[in-house]
């Protein structure tokens, strides 16, 4: 996958050279996504996401998921979703604002998601980040559509 992603880059570097449709993102024992902006090509058909923990500790303490939604939105739906703990990955259940979300993974676990960005809008500010309770505030990155 990184080798055809890597193509990719090349054929479309006078758009933008992160562009794509499939991510790997790894996190670990730490607060920290491995990438903190995503720029996804307006073309693709789904938009495929493998959260990879790398790290060692069980999903109790050290839990972390990938969650996209309105920049303007996501620390209501982590708000929300603080109750509902790891077995309903700490977010809402089956709240409208969340437009794709992983469930949540501990050490040495790994997880994927493909969906459809269709419905989304270019020029809305989109955000993805960890709605592990803590986490939120500083897992957070940029979903820009290009
Ligand atoms: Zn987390």
């Known amino acids: 996958m990184r080798f055809i992603a890597v193509i990719l880059v090349l054929i479309t570097s006078l758009s933008d050279a992160r562009a794509a449709c499939n991510f790997d993102i790894e996190v670990g024992d730490s607060l920290v996504f491995s990438i903190n902006e995503m720029s996804v090509e307006s073309t693709c058909e789904t938009v495929n996401i493998t959260l990879s923990h790398t790290g060692s500790l069980p999903v109790e303490a050290m839990g972390h998921n990938w969650v ?45 998601l493909s969906f459809s960005i269709a419905n989304l809008d270019s020029s809305q500010a989109y955000a993805f980040f960890c709605s592990f309770p803590g986490h939120w505030g500083v897992m957070k990155g940029v979903f820009k559509i290009v």
């Open 68 to 112: 996209l939604s309105k920049e303007s939105e996501y620390q209501a739906i982590a708000m929300a979703g603080m109750s509902t703990g790891v077995v309903g990955n700490y977010l809402p259940d089956g709240d409208e604002r969340i437009i794709a979300a992983t469930k949540l993974v501990g050490g040495g676990e790994e997880t994927s």
